[in-house]
Each structure stands twice: as structure tokens, then as C-alpha cells.
């Protein structure tokens, strides 16, 4: 079965400082890849998808940006942080090429900007 | 075009009493419909999904959903709740096609001891 990773698990950081955040997977090849946002413990943001190595489309235009150096890895990246991009990042895999293909999730990395 | 309708940000229901936690969908074509469930700090876990075929469909923890093609509602229903069911609920739709399922709001379940 497909497992997740993403670290770090929180991290604290002041405004204008870089970001990186990890994910990668484990059991699966070539996975659809997701980066969202949860604000406020609510609804979700697709911020970044991708369908394969160095293959990213953005969803919404912001300071943040994602790459995937590896099959099986998908970093999210930003060279200055604002205080809204705090929040909940959460990374999730598909499997490709299944049309009802179900999501797993990370456990999230928790992003509180100062 | 996908979207998903979740119309209640918080349901409060006693312990053993039956629960429903309503979703609307609108989608080109037929839909794939899911429900996952978000305990605090933690990723979405999978709880069902519909496809095709039989419209009452069971998934984990006793949850069930009924897909309503008519209303195009696919609730997220359990005949008695339980304390730990407690948490942020999301269903979401697919479209036939398309990779990038479309979550809704989510809404809160409270289950009163």
C-alpha cells in the first residue's frame, strides 16, 4: 500500500525567511502528486499538482512554489514567506491513469508565519 | 465544471443517536463521489466512495452514504454516533477524466456524550 511523509511536522518562521517543505511516497510509482493549503482548519486549497517528474501546474498565483526533482518526492518551496501563508499544508498522492482514484493524505506540516 | 455543497458548517448530535451529514454535488457527466474525515492536527483519511452500482454505499467505521442522482446528494449517514466520530468531515467529487477532485467546506461533527 501507498504510505506518505511529510516533514517537518511544525515549523515556526519569521516573515520574509525561506520555506521547504517535503513530501515524499513510498509503494507506488509515477503518482499524481498535490500540494493544499487548509486555513483555519476549514476547507481545502489546492495549491499545486503534478503528473510527473518536473511536471507542476499551479492552481492559484502566489509567492509559493513546488518542484519534483524525483518520481517519488514533491518539495514546496518559497524564497520569502508572508504572514498569510501560515497554516496547514497538507501533501496527498493519486494513483495515475484511475479515473475514481482515491487520495492519501500526509499528516500535514503545520506553518505558523511571525 | 465540479463543485460540491457541504451546507452545514458544524452538525451537533447526542452519542447514539443517528447522524447525516449532508453533500450536493454538480458535475458534467457521471460523478465519482467521496468522504474523507480529518481528526485535528492530522492529514484526510478515506472513509467511502461511490462509482457506480448500488447507491447505498458502507465504508469504514460504520459510516454509510447514499447517492441521490435525482437530488444529487451523496449524504454521509450512521445509524449510532459515537464520541470519537467527532471531527472535520469532506466530501468531494470527481468528474470522469479529470485527476483533481474538488473538496467541499467541510463541516464539523460534534457528538455530545
Known amino acids: 500500500s501507498q504510505t506518505i511523509h511529510q516533514w517537518p511536522a511544525t515549523l515556526v518562521q519569521p516573515v520574509g525567511s525561506p520555506l521547504s517543505l517535503e513530501c515524499t511516497v513510498e509503494g507506488t510509482s509515477n503518482p499524481n502528486l498535490y500540494w493544499y493549503r487548509q486555513a483555519a482548519g476549514r476547507g481545502l486549497q489546492l495549491l499545486f499538482y503534478s503528473v510527473g517528474i518536473g511536471q507542476i501546474s499551479s492552481e492559484v498565483p502566489q509567492n509559493l512554489s513546488a518542484s519534483r526533482p524525483q518520481d517519488r518526492q514533491f518539495i514546496l518551496s518559497s524564497k520569502k514567506l508572508l504572514l498569510s501563508d501560515s497554516g496547514f499544508y497538507l501533501c496527498?498522492?493519486?494513483?495515475?491513469?484511475?479515473?475514481?482514484?482515491?487520495?492519501?493524505f500526509g499528516a500535514g506540516s503545520r506553518l505558523t508565519v511571525l | 465544471a465540479q463543485s460540491v455543497a457541504q451546507p452545514e458548517d458544524q452538525v451537533n448530535v447526542a452519542e447514539g443517536n443517528p447522524l447525516t451529514v449532508k453533500c450536493t454535488y454538480s458535475?458534467?457527466?457521471?460523478?465519482?463521489l467521496f468522504w474523507y474525515v480529518q481528526y485535528p492536527n492530522r492529514g484526510l483519511q478515506f472513509l467511502l466512495k461511490y462509482i457506480t452500482g448500488d447507491n447505498l454505499v458502507k465504508g469504514s467505521y460504520g459510516f454509510e452514504a447514499e447517492f441521490n442522482k435525482s437530488q444529487t446528494s451523496f449524504h454521509l449517514k450512521k445509524p449510532s454516533a459515537l464520541v470519537s466520530d467527532s471531527a472535520l468531515y469532506f466530501c468531494?467529487?470527481?468528474?470522469?477524466?479529470?485527476?483533481?477532485?474538488?473538496f467541499g467546506r467541510g463541516t464539523s461533527l460534534i457528538v455530545h456524550p
Open positions: 458535475v458534467s457527466g457521471n460523478p465519482y
Open positions: 496527498a498522492l493519486g494513483l495515475a491513469g484511475t479515473g475514481a482514484n482515491v487520495l492519501t
Open positions: 468531494a467529487v470527481l468528474s470522469g477524466g479529470s485527476y483533481i477532485p474538488t
